[in-house]
């Protein structure tokens, strides 16, 4: 089983739409959780950390449930500049371990 | 103002060659990682230094040797290339908290292609 597992998608889906994205991780001992995105050709950035209480930041809402060792990102009305790959992505004693990554196109 | 900066950007090589990336941030960060990103497109993180001091090291052949002239850079060398090692290796650095990398902030990557 991969540490940190996520559908490689392609999500395809019009503006305005709302996309949830969902990844699982293999280590219970797992300490904090962080979303990053990445441009197509472009180094990762940090989009948002994930906390258990969950947190917002504009369109953007992260949960974390530590019980089922799952994570899920929902984008609210989707823009065209949404288009990217999600990475989730889970600290394990120090190490990030990235997922593979959830592409996004949203389309006009 | 580029806060972590790689060189070169692209580098085609032959195989059995031997080849250098180098790596600086003016972020001030402790701590300096170089990541590999296949064409698979899973990012993994081959080596740490906090420090100037290596604090992770995976499982990655011998030939890749980072060297950390001071916290400020951390370079990757490269010998024998093979095909393989053809990937996108970006670097990173970040603070440690309590033993936890704070946000990461990545170099623009090297795209390597052996022959």
């Known amino acids: 089983r991969k540490e940190v597992e996520q559908d490689p998608g392609p999500f395809n889906v019009p503006e305005g739409a709302t996309v949830a994205f969902n990844c699982t991780y293999s280590?219970?001992?797992?300490?904090?959780f962080f979303w990053y995105r990445q441009d197509c050709r472009k180094e990762p950035k940090l989009l948002m950390s994930?906390?258990?209480s969950g947190n917002e930041d504009g369109r953007f809402t992260a949960q974390l449930n530590r019980a089922s060792q799952y994570i899920s990102l929902l984008i609210r009305d989707s823009k065209l500049s949404d288009s990217a790959t999600y990475l989730c992505?889970?600290?394990?004693?120090?190490?990030?371990?990235f997922g593979q990554g959830t592409e996004l196109s949203v389309k006009p | 103002d580029t806060a972590v900066s790689q060189t070169p950007k692209y580098l085609v090589t032959q195989m059995g060659n031997d080849k250098s990336i180098k790596c600086e941030q003016n972020?001030?960060?402790?701590?300096m990682y170089w990541y590999k990103q296949d064409s698979k497109k899973f990012l993994k993180i081959m080596f740490s230094?906090?420090?100037?001091?290596?604090?992770i090291n995976e499982t990655v052949p011998n030939r890749f040797s980072p060297k950390s002239p001071d916290k400020a850079h951390l370079n990757l060398h490269i010998n024998s290339l093979e095909l393989g090692d053809s990937a996108v290796y970006f670097c990173?650095?970040?603070?440690?908290?309590?033993?936890?990398?704070?946000?990461?902030?990545f170099g623009p990557g090297t795209r390597l292609t052996v022959l």
């Open positions: 972020l001030g960060h402790d701590t």
């Open positions: 994930v906390y258990s």
């Open positions: 990173a650095s970040s603070q440690v908290l309590a033993g936890n990398p704070d946000t990461q902030y």
């Open positions: 280590n219970s001992a797992s300490q904090s």
């Open positions: 230094y906090n420090n100037k001091e290596l604090i």
């Open positions: 992505v889970v600290n394990e004693g120090g190490k990030l371990i």
